[in-house]
């Protein structure tokens, strides 16, 4: 079993930056591949970015491309997500998970077990 914990979100401005970052419990954090998701009102939870459970390997949805970066800190058990260069558009409740399977489904909601709570993150123009 595995929590997940996310801290973080608030409110900013067109062009500005936050951090987001999600605190697992459990001794096995760097076996699992953690994803951040995103759900904005009326739309579907979209993919974000994930990142392998050594860290070696990161994926990014094209339109956070350049701008969003993943990280994480086993020995902490901790994920981050570095959002720059915020647009109106990334408002959304973000969520981050854990994931047992393999890198190949990292895209897919459905191939995450463990979920944080939300954390809103609101750009205003």
């Known amino acids: 079993q595995v929590q997940l914990v996310e801290s973080g979100g608030g409110l900013v401005q067109a062009g500005g930056s936050l951090r987001l970052s999600c605190a697992a419990s459990g001794r096995t954090f760097s076996s699992y591949v953690m994803g951040w998701f995103r759900q904005a009102p009326g739309k579907e939870r979209e993919f974000v970015s994930a990142?392998?459970?050594?860290?070696?390997?990161?994926d990014y949805a094209d339109s956070v491309k350049g701008r969003f970066t993943v990280s994480r800190d086993n020995a902490k058990a901790t994920v981050y997500l570095q959002m720059d260069s915020l647009k109106p558009e990334d408002t959304a409740v973000y969520y981050c998970?854990?994931?047992?399977?393999?890198?190949?489904?990292?895209?897919?909601?459905?191939?995450?077990?463990?979920w944080g709570q939300g954390s809103q993150v609101t750009v205003s123009s």
């Open positions: 990142i392998s459970g050594s860290g070696r390997s990161t």
């Open positions: 998970a854990a994931s047992a399977t393999t890198w190949g489904r990292r895209v897919l909601p459905a191939s995450y077990s463990y």
